[in-house]
């Protein structure tokens, strides 16, 4: 298993600012996985953080917009740049536990949710 | 047709009770399926992954059916603490470009 700590837990913003959401991992994984899950929706992948490369956005999703950090295994960094209503929201952090070629376990953290006024 | 589809419920089910639910999903190359537990404000957790064969795990049943393009959860004995939202799950082999259901709600009553 893998233990995922976020921060902040919550936030409230004013629009127009940004805000950087924190994500540790208690053990070196490859690939960390950043989503949105907006009220009533089901989640969305907005982009995988690679160590060592720039991250993978998913369509809809842009680095001005959400630029990512990965400064090491163990640790990322997701900002929400020039927040607006529509970014209120729960972001989670995810990691892969063991599962092989299948695809294994996601272990998400406890999610930061968001509010834009 | 949505990719990955549930009936968003709620299912209002007394303690004891069979319940059964259904996630369709359009994409026919998919090779990977999951059924995820999300607590009302918690995070999503994995309750099993839904082999080809169909699998059990205590008072779940999980199964797959290929041609109509839908995979099933099917709990049995429904406790109170079964109370939760199970999300669908479903991609290819490897880990990205999951595409996760909006969720099935269930309630269990006393």
């Known amino acids: 298993s893998a233990v995922i700590s976020q921060k902040p837990s919550r936030d409230i913003c004013q629009r127009g600012t940004s805000l950087t959401i924190q994500c540790q991992v208690d053990?070196?994984?490859?690939?960390m996985f950043w989503y949105r899950q907006q009220p009533g929706q089901s989640l969305t992948l907005i982009a995988t953080?690679?160590?060592?490369?720039?991250?993978?956005?998913e369509s809809g999703f842009v680095i001005d917009k959400f630029p990512i950090s990965r400064p090491n295994l163990t640790f990322s960094t997701l900002t929400v740049s020039n927040m607006s209503p529509e970014d209120s929201s729960i972001y989670l952090c995810s990691v892969v536990g063991s599962g092989g070629s299948r695809g294994g376990e996601l272990f998400f953290g406890e999610g930061s949710r968001l509010t834009v006024l | 047709r949505k990719e990955v589809e549930q009936d968003p419920g709620p299912f209002n089910v007394p303690e004891g009770a069979t319940v059964a639910f259904n996630c369709t999903y359009s994409n026919s190359a998919s090779q990977s399926f999951f059924w995820y537990r999300q607590d009302c404000r918690k995070e999503p957790k994995l309750l099993m992954s839904?082999?080809?064969s169909g699998n059990e795990d205590g008072r779940f049943t999980a199964q797959l059916n290929r041609a109509s393009q839908y995979i099933s959860l099917l709990i049995r004995d429904s406790k109170l603490s079964d109370s939760a939202t199970y999300l669908c799950?479903?991609?290819?082999?490897?880990?990205?470009?999951?595409?996760f259901g909006k969720g099935t709600m269930l309630l269990v009553s006393p």
């Open positions: 839904v082999y080809s």
């Open positions: 953080a690679n160590q060592g490369s720039e991250a993978t956005y």
């Open positions: 799950v479903v991609g290819p082999l490897g880990y990205s470009t999951l595409t």
């Open positions: 053990s070196q994984v490859t690939m």
